[in-house]
């Protein structure tokens, strides 16, 4: 699009300041992201197009984030915290009211840029630790959001009973006809499917509550000062739905704690850091421990184990249908993304005695 495009979906919305040039921002993969200049030289929004074809209800995904933006201004108000503007996102809204601009195609919204913030790539033990209060504080601020207010704007994302029907209709169609030479691994995700879905049965037994999660906790979703380098506030809020709270520390361990790369060819390099486990949950422990559960608490680190398992599920069951969801870059993409999740998932569980060991300081 032009920049003049570009201006024109600005003008539905209610801005202060006259925006002036529009360029691409950030290495976002789901949504397209754009920084905003004004007139006066002043990088002062962020403007997005929503990509509707993974968040099919528009209508719910931004009152969610709504509620939560609310609900966060309201507790950090509650605190006496000061700079709250920077600590918690802020939506504009269209002319017409609602909280995006829909062009008859795609779906816009516009949030003020923080300023004097930064993202970060890079994991580093006190990155982690900082990271995990960060979460913590924003699973914190959200627990007392009764169950049911908001909405599942990726149904069933975490959901292993259907990740795990969704890799089973794949084996039984096999359209690619890749399943014959990978039946030891077919093997390997059948003998620990039981074991995986503990949390839809625990949640049915009432021993498990649904929670507030963010779904996508990486150290990139934290904006920093720039500065100081002290956690501002958590960013991208399209998956905030409700959950598990293994989720969110489970996707950390996952992404953050791997020695190795998420589709590594070179499976000697993945193993689990121990030193990015402890100080990530010593970090979400120390400001997520007032509303977890002893149960919750013990089964922190299955929640890596979990997730870990359910993305080997997810690239397994992708390759198996012929490459049909995830971007790939070369034939065996999949299966190289599948082999290097698996070995993740084999160091976890044999580091899974020290992780749970070291739980027991909050129990």
């Excluded at 201006?7 to 789901?30: K, M, Q, R």
């Excluded at 900082?130 to 169950?147: R, T, V």
């Excluded at 997520?288 to 690239?315: C, D, H, N």
């Amino acid at each position: 699009m032009t920049n003049d495009a570009y201006l024109e979906i600005l003008s539905h919305f209610d801005l202060e300041d006259n925006a002036a040039e529009v360029t691409p921002f950030g290495n976002g993969h789901i949504n397209d992201t754009l920084k905003v200049t004004t007139t006066s030289g002043a990088a002062k929004y962020i403007l997005q197009r929503i990509n509707h074809h993974i968040f099919t209800n528009v209508e719910m995904l931004q009152n969610n984030i709504r509620i939560v933006t609310s609900h966060i201004r309201k507790k950090l108000e509650e605190r006496n915290e000061t700079d709250i503007d920077r600590k918690v996102l802020t939506f504009l809204p269209a002319k017409d009211g609602k909280s995006y601009y829909h062009d008859g195609e795609n779906y816009w919204r516009v949030c003020l840029m923080i300023p004097g913030s930064i993202s970060m790539e890079e994991i580093t033990p006190e990155r982690s630790y900082e990271a995990g209060k960060a979460f913590g504080d924003f699973q914190s601020m959200l627990a007392d959001i009764p169950e049911g207010v908001l909405g599942e704007t990726i149904p069933k994302f975490h959901n292993m009973e259907f990740r795990l029907q969704q890799f089973h209709d794949a084996l039984k169609t096999n359209v690619a006809g890749r399943l014959e030479s990978v039946t030891e691994l077919v093997d390997e995700i059948e003998k620990r499917a039981e074991a995986m879905c503990i949390q839809e049965k625990l949640y049915l037994e009432g021993k498990l509550k649904k929670r507030i999660n963010h779904c996508d906790t990486k150290v990139n979703n934290i904006l920093f000062d720039e500065t100081s380098g002290k956690v501002l506030c958590v960013i991208d809020l399209d998956t905030v739905m409700p959950g598990y709270v293994l989720s969110d520390i489970g996707d950390f361990i996952r992404t953050g704690a791997n020695t190795g790369a998420e589709d590594d060819a070179n499976l000697d390099n993945v193993n689990v850091n121990m030193e990015i486990f402890r100080t990530y949950t010593r970090g979400y422990m120390e400001t997520a421990q007032s509303f977890l559960t002893s149960l919750e608490i013990s089964m922190l680190p299955y929640g890596g184990r979990l997730l870990t398992y359910m993305q080997t599920v997810r690239f397994f069951t992708d390759y198996i249908n012929g490459d049909t969801y995830y971007k790939i870059h070369h034939p065996q993409h999949n299966m190289q993304r599948t082999k290097a999740q698996f070995k993740f998932l084999q160091s976890l569980e044999e580091h899974a005695k020290e992780m749970d060991d070291f739980m027991k300081e909050w129990l």
